[in-house]
Nanobody, 120 residues
Framework: QVQLVESGGGLVQPGESLRLSCATSGFTFSSAAMSWYRQAPGKERELVASITSAGTSTNFVDSVKGRFTTSRDNAKNTVYLQMNSLKPEDTAVYYC?????????????WGQGTQVTVSS
């Protein structure tokens, strides 16, 4: 059974930091590219960050560059999103996603999301 469980969200003030975790099971984590998405109320889900299966390359949406980093621990089947200098516009539900191939078929798995609220 595939599971992706995000944690670490919460309510913080502008300028503070949070670290999100996405713990996974049920698939070969080390072979999957991982991404973080977010969805704010009334807005479409957007890609925030991604990291390759080996963790050697990352990409970020322009609005979070220089503030967010992502990393993974393939021994723990977990991916992280470190969010610094948070702004009110970062408020959203954050989701992790795994993408890979199995037996030449592409798969895509999503977590259930964790709420991040940035407010004074």
């Amino acid at each position: 059974q595939v599971q992706l469980v995000e944690s670490g969200g919460g309510l913080v003030q502008p300028g503070e930091s949070l670290r999100l975790s996405c713990a996974t099971s049920g698939f070969t984590f080390s072979s999957a590219a991982m991404s973080w998405y977010r969805q704010a109320p009334g807005k479409e889900r957007e890609l925030v960050a991604s990291i390759t299966s080996a963790g050697t390359s990352t990409n970020f949406v322009d609005s979070v560059k220089g503030r967010f980093t992502t990393s993974r621990d393939n021994a723990k089947n977990t991916v992280y999103l470190q969010m610094n200098s948070l702004k009110p516009e970062d408020t959203a539900v954050y989701y992790c996603k795994a993408v890979g191939t199995l037996l030449f078929r592409r798969y895509e798995y999503w977590g259930q999301g964790t709420q991040v609220t940035v407010s004074s």
